[in-house]
């Protein structure tokens, strides 16, 4: 089945950059989605579609998808982007929906 | 405007059945692909199923083959995931989640999320 592999965590300074990115065999051949997840709430989609934004979604979250490589950028992090993030696609070779294995993103 | 509240959850034993429910507002659940995603308690995102919007098509996770039926009652407005042989690792909080567009294709993101039921499989 397909595979999808985050970093478990991510540490960064406020207003610094964070970079999260989801691994998979020809990802950039697929629609990527980013979904963060506060504690005890349900996940948030924040990037679809590897790089568009929902509406009120801050222009600070951005995304990229190329090769086996998938990245979710987070730019000025701000305190409340603390959370858990999940990279997400269909995988249509097996037609089942895949999540990443989540990352833990901490605001120093 | 479009929402999803889930319900049922419940503790059950090793080998119970149970169905939880997915009540859905703002939008007719018959024209939306609809998707089941459970987490077990710290853990990360588990996609478990689909049905598609005209109820002709159904996915599982290999997790769950053979032992969950995702279903819909169109009066209701509501879906379902009837879960049987439950087994103690399918212990999570389960999620309904739909795309914002009508007759979308399966790969859309999941834009409107339900808070979740949880589900404990305890002797």
């Known amino acids: 089945s397909f595979v999808l592999t985050q970093p478990p965590s991510v540490s960064v300074a406020p207003g610094q950059t964070a970079r999260i990115t989801c691994g998979g065999n020809?990802?950039?051949?697929?629609?990527v989605h980013w979904y963060q997840q506060r504690p005890g709430q349900a996940p948030m989609l924040v990037v679809y579609?590897?790089?568009d934004r929902p509406s009120g979604i801050p222009e600070r979250f951005s995304g990229s998808n190329s090769g086996n490589m998938a990245t979710l950028t987070i730019s000025r992090v701000e305190a409340g982007d603390e959370a858990d993030y999940y990279c997400?696609?269909?995988?249509?070779?097996?037609?089942?929906?895949?999540f990443g294995t989540g990352t833990k993103v901490t605001v120093l | 405007e479009l929402q999803l509240t889930e319900s049922g959850g419940a503790v059950v034993q090793p080998g119970g059945s149970l169905r939880v429910s997915c009540a859905a507002s703002?939008?007719?659940?018959?024209?939306?692909?609809m998707h089941w995603v459970r987490q077990a308690p710290g853990k990360g995102l588990e996609w478990v199923s689909l049905?598609?919007?005209?109820?002709?098509?159904?996915y599982y996770a290999d997790s769950v083959k053979g032992r969950f039926t995702i279903s819909r009652d169109t009066g209701k407005n509501s879906l379902y995931l009837q879960m049987n042989s439950l087994r103690i690792d399918d212990t999570a909080f389960y999620f309904c989640?739909?795309?914002?567009?009508?007759?979308?294709?399966?790969?859309?993101?999941?834009?409107?999320w339900g808070p979740g039921t949880l589900v404990t499989v305890s002797s």
């Open positions: 579609d590897d790089s």
């Open positions: 020809n990802i950039g051949g697929q629609s």
């Open positions: 049905l598609s919007w005209d109820g002709g098509s159904t």
């Open positions: 997400q696609v269909w995988a249509s070779s097996s037609d089942q929906g895949v």
């Open positions: 703002g939008f007719n659940l018959n024209d939306h692909n």
């Open positions: 989640a739909t795309h914002e567009d009508s007759y979308s294709a399966y790969d859309r993101s999941l834009d409107f």
